[in-house]
């Protein structure tokens, strides 16, 4: 997609969610209905439970009957402050602050009924508050800064349990992603932390043989899903880049599972496992940076196509909900600010962001190294990520645009695209497959 156009449609979601003051409908809020408040059934788990389902579940016509009010999400703000290794997009952070309940943390701004716990209105958790922390931090705000460090108290002394932390402090569910940004963001602001390390290495020794991570521990927790593995991995990847050792093996393992089972065989991102069905734009937006995250910007702006064709609607300026509600046709139209439209903003700055990147390795460009090139980090990381098809691809452009340079006698050009082949040819080897140049196309001899 024309990276003009991706900005334009990010900065008109972005203004719609500004000019709302954040405030939106959530796909889990269905509790703060005041019908349903009205009708007394909020006393009991099965009737809370039965609810929020059927207003997650259910059409656009039983929301606006249901009268939910829009709500502001700490999480959405904190989206939109860069957290989850995005960009920082809006000024938020005396929002954030006001919004810190007396324990430390932050929570949903709505009463939300699990199978495994009932969570009341603003209750923190390790999910909205890991968020959050980390929000502040990309914002600028000090690690040793009192809001910080309340939250962290919170995090290690109400979510800690033998090994790992809870999701909330009245319950001991033990969900892989929550304990992992949990320990994420107490290393974040207290380096070095005991518990932190700890609850790290029991994520990863949760691993399956194939390289996936269940949900939880749970037996209705045992499904694998698209984009809390993006959670698991793209955090295994910050803590490696901020100096943990010992994980490589495990994000490699992963991240091979998440692009075989996680993905479609046309590219598209799986809600489930290895299992074809309705995409959910949360799902969408966390494949576009997971992918970005690990160089494959190829596969990311695939994504982005697939999104704007299908989830835009650019007369209103907005994302939709995903695809195939009810089975694989046509746009579920719900509208979402916090699971959708303020996830899509995070994804598509991410996209933006990497834009050079993408153009770099454009399977239809031929590759070419001027010597030295400033770039050449950059495109070999492209490369090693780039799919199979693409990468060849970009061999036969690269390999026909030299044939072209040599018969032209155009020494300095060929050089440059020599200094291509060679490289597709080296990393094709490292990720095994076979590349093939005719000696003809090369010239005898080329600086390296």
């Excluded at 009708?39 to 039983?62: D, H, M, Y």
């Excluded at 709500?71 to 005396?94: E, H, I, R, W």
């Excluded at 914002?139 to 309340?150: E, R, Y």
């Excluded at 030299?402 to 080897?429: N, P, V």
Aim: overall charge positive.
């Amino acid at each position: 997609m024309d990276k003009a156009r991706l900005i334009e449609a990010r900065d008109r979601v972005l203004r719609q969610i500004i000019a709302a003051d954040y405030a939106g409908a959530d796909p889990f809020d269905g509790l703060e209905s005041q019908v349903f408040k009205a009708s007394g059934l909020g006393r009991f788990r099965i009737a809370r439970l039965l609810w929020v389902q059927a207003i997650k579940r259910g059409p656009g016509a039983l929301r606006k009957a249901a009268v939910i009010p829009d709500m502001v999400n700490p999480k959405t703000l904190a989206l939109m402050s860069g957290a989850g290794g995005g960009v920082v997009l809006c000024d938020v952070t005396a929002r954030l602050v006001g919004l810190q309940n007396h324990d430390g943390g932050w929570g949903y701004p709505f009463a939300w009924q699990a199978r495994a716990f009932y969570a009341k209105r603003h209750q923190s958790n390790a999910i909205v508050t890991s968020f959050v922390m980390d929000g502040l931090l990309a914002a600028g705000m000090a690690p040793d800064h009192p809001v910080l460090q309340n939250a962290a108290d919170f995090i290690e002394s109400a979510l800690w349990r033998d090994g790992y932390f809870a999701y909330f402090a009245d319950t001991d569910a033990e969900i892989h992603n929550a304990s992992l940004w949990a320990a994420f963001v107490l290393l974040s602001v207290r380096p070095g932390n005991d518990k932190a390390t700890h609850a790290v290495l029991r994520v990863v020794a949760a691993q399956n043989a194939d390289g996936s991570w269940a949900y939880g521990i749970r037996h209705h927790h045992q499904f694998v899903d698209g984009f809390h593995t993006g959670y698991v991995l793209d955090l295994l990847d910050r803590l490696r880049l901020g100096g943990m050792m010992g994980l490589d093996e495990a994000i490699d393992r992963g991240f091979a599972f998440y692009r075989s089972a996680c993905f479609d065989t046309n590219g598209l991102p799986r809600n489930f496992a290895g299992r074809d069905g309705p995409m959910d734009a949360h799902n969408v937006a966390q494949a576009m940076a997971t992918l970005c995250r690990f160089g494959n910007y190829a596969g990311a702006s695939r994504i982005v196509d697939l999104a704007v064709k299908h989830l835009y609607d650019e007369r209103r300026g907005l994302f939709y909900a995903g695809i195939g509600r009810f089975g694989r046709f046509g746009p579920d139209r719900r509208v979402y600010l916090r699971w959708t439209q303020s996830w899509m903003v995070w994804a598509l700055s991410i996209v933006i962001e990497n834009g050079a990147m993408t153009e770099l390795c454009d399977p239809q460009t031929p590759l070419s190294f001027a010597h030295p090139d400033p770039d050449r980090a950059a495109k070999e990381k492209a490369l090693q990520n780039m799919p199979e098809d693409d990468f060849r691809a970009l061999f036969a452009v690269t390999r026909k645009a030299a044939s072209a340079k040599r018969k032209a006698g155009d020494m300095d050009g060929l050089y440059g695209l020599t200094r291509g082949l060679k490289t597709l040819q080296r990393i094709s080897g490292d990720r095994g497959f076979v590349l093939h140049a005719g000696p003809s196309e090369l010239p005898k001899k080329a600086p390296s």
